[in-house]
Every structure is written in structure tokens, then in C-alpha cells.
T-cell receptor
Framework: AQKVTQAQTEISVVEKEDVTLDCVYE???????LFWYKQPPSGELVFLIR??????QNEISGRYSWNFQKSTSSFNFTITASQVVDSAVYFC???????????FGTGTRLTIIP | AAGVIQSPRHLIKEKRETATLKCYPI?????VYWYQQGPGQDPQFLIS???????DKGSIPDRFSAQQFSDYHSELNMSSLELGDSALYFC??????????????FGEGSRLTVL
């Protein structure tokens, strides 16, 4: 069975601080996808990033960066110089090749304090 | 670009009533997924369809049914509604062989409140 664990239920940081959201996953598949989604108070799920299991290259996109380590089954997400608009619930998710059904983690509620 | 369209965005029903949610996938997407997200919970997979056939089934109650039509839109029918059915229902679509293989595109969700 697949499982995604986001141990941090809630995080609060002061604006402009850096913050890292942790994600650990379990799967028996050798090929898979990992995702991060943002869910602001308005409720929609906003796609942030997708990584393939065979591509461990880390990625930076503006203030966002992702650290994928297959050896530890982790896919952590860092926001640099956080802003109030980053306040949201962030979900890590795991998907299969050939079947886009996703298994979500329980989410981390991030609050950026002005 | 066109996104996944869900309707209605908000729906209020009484216990034991029936509700129907609709989902219009991105054009040329042939796969539709339904997810249920209870208050403070993560989205849980309900059911999916590929080319109008059910392709996978998750934790969908027997009171719920769904189908995908010839134009690829999908409907989720919920009968004998219970208070616990109050949730945000997401539809997502994908094109398994398209350039974004492996990515689900989510709609904005339909919020169902059962009183």
C-alpha cells in the first residue's frame, strides 16, 4: 500500500523567514510521481510541482525549492523569504505511472505571521 | 487555457436528500477522478473513469454512484445524504498519454453541506 506522511500538522513562521515542509512516502513501486499542492483558504488545489522517481535532481522555482531524496523516501519543500500569501495548507501526494490516482498526505497548515 | 469545471460550486441539502455534482474535464482529457475532502482532512480518492468506463474505485459509499458520459463529462450522484457527507468534492482530469502524463488537473471543488 502507498502512504504519504506529513508529520508537521501546523507551522507558524514570521514573514521573511525560510520554512521547510517535510514529506516522507512509502511505495513498493519502482517508478512513481511525487507532487506538492497548495490549498489556500478559498479551497482550490493549486499544483506546485511534480517529480518523477527516476529524476532526483532538486529544483528551484523562485522562492520555492524541492529536495527529493530517494534513499530516505523524502520529498521536502522549502519556501524562502516567506510571505503572508504563502499561508495555506500544503499537501504532498504520491502517484503511479500509468494511473494518476493520487495518495495524499494529511497536509501541513502553514501560517505566515506578518 | 480551459480548466476543469465543476458545478455547482456550493450545494446545501437536507439529510436523506439526493445531490448530483457535475464535472467537465479539460478538452481532450479522457480520464476523470473524484475526490472527497472532509473538513480538516486530506482529499480521499472515490472513483475514476477512463474512456467512459470505471477504471478504479476507492472509498466510495454504496449510496454514491458516478458515471462518465460520451462527451467525457462526469456526474457524481449521492443519495440518502448523511451529515458526514458534508465535504469539498474535487474532480480532476488527466490525459494519460499527453505531454503532462502523471499530472492531475483539479477543479475548484464543489462544497456540499448536509443539514
Amino acid at each position: 500500500a502507498q502512504k504519504v506522511t506529513q508529520a508537521q500538522t501546523e507551522i507558524s513562521v514570521v514573514e521573511k523567514e525560510d520554512v521547510t515542509l517535510d514529506c516522507v512516502y512509502e511505495t513498493r513501486d519502482t517508478t512513481y510521481y511525487l507532487f506538492w499542492y497548495k490549498q489556500p483558504p478559498s479551497g482550490e488545489l493549486v499544483f506546485l510541482i511534480r517529480r518523477n522517481s527516476f529524476d532526483e535532481q532538486n529544483e528551484i522555482s523562485g522562492r520555492y525549492s524541492w529536495n527529493f531524496q530517494k534513499s530516505t523516501s523524502s520529498f521536502n519543500f522549502t519556501i524562502t523569504a516567506s510571505q503572508v500569501v504563502d499561508s495555506a495548507v500544503y499537501f504532498c501526494a504520491l502517484g503511479n505511472f500509468g494511473n494518476e490516482k493520487l495518495t495524499f498526505g494529511t497536509g501541513t497548515r502553514l501560517t505566515i505571521i506578518p | 487555457a480551459a480548466g476543469v469545471i465543476q458545478s455547482p460550486r456550493h450545494l446545501i441539502k437536507e439529510k436523506r436528500e439526493t445531490a448530483t455534482l457535475k464535472c467537465y474535464p479539460i478538452p481532450r482529457h479522457d480520464t476523470v477522478y473524484w475526490y472527497q475532502q472532509g473538513p480538516g482532512q486530506d482529499p480521499q480518492f472515490l472513483i475514476s473513469f477512463y474512456e467512459k468506463m470505471q477504471s478504479d474505485k476507492g472509498s466510495i459509499p454504496d449510496r454514491f454512484s458516478a458515471q462518465q458520459f460520451s462527451d467525457y463529462h462526469s456526474e457524481l450522484n449521492m443519495s440518502s445524504l448523511e451529515l458526514g457527507d458534508s465535504a469539498l468534492y474535487f474532480c480532476a482530469s488527466s490525459h494519460p498519454s499527453g505531454p503532462n502524463t502523471g499530472e492531475l488537473f483539479f477543479g475548484e471543488g464543489s462544497r456540499l453541506t448536509v443539514l
